[in-house]
């Protein structure tokens, strides 16, 4: 059997990308517990804050999208109109509030049996579980928003940093790994908790081609984690940034892989992850974990 190309030479690890969110309600503890069973290496939750300050595991800023929020008649009054978009606003409820939310099948093609049956998850609720696990589970939370939160007068990225430390979860070795597309909050996390970071970048950022930015980035980041239609041409030829990374010392952590969604330029899911699994990509974010866990392991 070939060696891996990754950073490492061992076989690319599978993150849960908001747990098992392909089969399951997203940010739910039924997905993060889903998504460990089927063998993922590492959990993915996003990060909010509620107007009172307390870290919630959610994608959007806006709750219509994910929770059952819309149906509940004690808050049609706090739907508001911000940048243009109509939405009921995390940051515009308590963490009790929050407490009596249920979560909801974002994407329409996908199973909404279990709409309204798990409650929202504080990120201590997480931390907690993920202790209790035997190893304890790896996490990889991304904090979202950073600044739209610093402006509301919360600062989540202590937040984040205060519920780490408070379990002993600061440091490189820590089961926790970080990450944000703010690079400048990125960093000050980095530098505070001492954890692993990686700074995630859009498709279309033109720094993936600038290697002496990638060269400075490895001075505390421990990688990148792109959009993965960076990793090729639109030929499906590969583009260089693994290497480029790579030769940087940075892993690269590509998102997100979906078995429901078009895998241009490729024919499936399948082609896809083996595509990555042949470029070396580090880490790939997955909605649905068990196939590429089944893939990786066929290999």
């Keep these: 059997m070939s060696a891996w190309r990754t950073?490492?030479?061992?076989?690319?690890?599978?993150?849960?990308?908001?747990?098992?969110?392909?089969?399951?309600?997203?940010?739910?503890?039924?997905?993060?517990?889903?998504?460990?069973?089927?063998?993922?290496?590492?959990?993915?939750?996003?990060?909010?804050?509620?107007?009172?300050?307390?870290?919630?595991?959610?994608?959007?800023?806006?709750?219509?999208?994910?929770?059952?929020?819309?149906?509940?008649?004690?808050?049609?009054?706090?739907?508001r109109d911000r940048d243009g978009v109509s939405d009921w606003w995390v940051d515009g409820f308590t963490a009790a509030e929050l407490d009596g939310l249920r979560a909801v099948q974002p994407w329409p093609q996908r199973d909404h049996a279990l709409d309204g049956q798990?409650?929202?998850?504080?990120?201590?609720?997480?931390?907690?579980?993920?202790?209790?696990?035997?190893?304890?589970?790896?996490?990889?939370?991304?904090?979202?928003?950073?600044?739209?939160?610093?402006?509301?007068?919360?600062?989540?990225?202590?937040?984040l940093c205060a519920a780490l430390e408070q379990r002993g979860l600061a440091g490189e070795q820590a089961p926790v790994w970080l990450q944000c597309t703010d690079h400048e909050v990125l960093h000050s996390l980095q530098r505070r908790c001492g954890n692993r970071a990686f700074a995630l970048v859009e498709r279309d950022d033109p720094r993936l081609i600038d290697t002496p930015w990638l060269g400075k980035l490895s001075r505390w980041a421990d990688g990148i984690a792109p959009d993965k239609a960076a990793l090729w041409a639109p030929s499906g030829d590969d583009s260089g940034l693994v290497t480029r990374a790579h030769d940087c010392g940075l892993e690269v952590h590509a998102w997100t892989f979906r078995d429901d969604v078009a895998n241009e330029p490729f024919g499936s899911i399948a082609e896809e992850l083996d595509a990555a699994f042949e470029l070396g990509v580090d880490a790939l974010f997955c909605d649905f974990p068990a196939t590429a866990i089944a893939l990786r392991n066929a290999r």
């Design 7 to 79: 950073l490492d030479g061992r076989p690319s690890r599978i993150i849960a990308h908001r747990g098992a969110s392909g089969l399951l309600p997203e940010h739910t503890l039924p997905a993060y517990e889903l998504a460990l069973a089927q063998g993922a290496d590492v959990i993915e939750p996003d990060l909010v804050a509620s107007a009172d300050g307390v870290l919630f595991c959610r994608h959007d800023l806006g709750l219509a999208r994910s929770t059952d929020v819309a149906r509940r008649p004690q808050f049609a009054d706090r739907r």
């Design 118 to 159: 798990y409650p929202l998850l504080r990120f201590d609720a997480l931390l907690d579980w993920a202790g209790r696990q035997s190893p304890p589970a790896m996490l990889y939370p991304e904090l979202k928003f950073p600044q739209v939160f610093q402006s509301r007068g919360i600062d989540a990225a202590e937040l």
